[in-house]
């Protein structure tokens, strides 16, 4: 069945050090990636994302990697900040044509030590 | 440009007894999704609108029903509740841009306790 996972339950760093956080999907059909941030109490916030046409895509201080022949995805977190702190899930789109739905992993909580 | 709004933020309920949540979309947004998080556990998939239809659907009961209004807010309705239905739900709002569906955002979801 479809699933995604994470490998790391939690994580923690130092302030300043770089961050990277892994996840593990299992449906070769999909397409399209995800990484939300989720801080407690709110809802979670998007970060990046990735479509299976790409190996890497950056934004500002995130950059995600996605390895289809392993069917892994990645997110690095440059100079990490204590506002960093939240739980990371990566999410994988299932499309059946123009519909979809997110598969959320359990998540990855990132702890910045200052 | 508001985000996905939520309401109520919290909610108490006693078995039995049915809810009611809603939910606005991001501005210029024409689909919501609805998820269930449990305490510790990403986000479940419950089902999606768009067009004032449920186009897709997760693996839960019939218990739990929604609606599309034309001006593209949405409520999930849940009937007979049981205690494991206490958890935080979601709303996402997203575009269906060029035929196909564009990047999800989130609500701050409604807090459920099911006493």
């Known amino acids: 069945g479809e699933s995604v996972g994470l490998h790391l339950p939690t994580l923690s760093v130092q302030e300043g050090d770089n961050s990277i956080i892994n996840c593990a999907y299992s449906?070769?059909?999909?397409?399209?990636f995800i990484w939300y941030k989720q801080e407690s109490g709110k809802g979670p916030q998007f970060i990046i994302d990735?479509?299976?046409?790409?190996d890497k895509r950056q934004g500002q201080r995130v950059t995600v990697l996605l390895n289809k022949t392993v069917k892994h995805l990645s997110l690095q977190i440059a100079a990490t900040q204590p506002g960093d702190s939240a739980v990371y899930f990566c999410?994988?789109?299932?499309?059946?044509?123009?519909?979809?739905?997110?598969?959320f992993g359990k998540g990855t909580k990132l702890s910045v030590k200052p | 440009d508001a985000g996905v709004t939520q309401s109520p933020t919290h909610l108490i309920k006693t078995r039995g007894q049915q809810v009611t949540l809603r939910c606005s979309p991001k501005?210029?947004?024409?689909?919501v999704s609805w998820y269930q998080q449990a305490l510790g556990q990403g986000p479940q998939f419950i089902f999606q609108?768009?067009?004032?239809?449920?186009?897709q659907r997760g693996n839960f009961p019939d218990r739990f029903s929604g609606h599309q209004f034309p001006n593209y807010s949405s409520e999930l309705n849940v009937n007979a509740l049981l205690l494991g239905d206490s958890a935080l739900y979601l709303c996402?709002?997203?575009?269906?841009?060029?035929?196909?569906?564009?990047?999800?955002?989130f609500g701050p979801g409604t807090r459920l306790l099911v006493l």
């Open positions: 990735i479509r299976s046409n790409m």
């Open positions: 501005s210029g947004h024409d689909t």
């Open positions: 999410a994988e789109n299932s499309y059946r044509g123009s519909q979809g739905n997110l598969i």
């Open positions: 609108y768009y067009e004032e239809e449920e186009r």
């Open positions: 996402a709002s997203s575009l269906v841009g060029r035929g196909r569906e564009e990047t999800q955002y």
């Open positions: 449906n070769s059909a999909s397409d399209y």
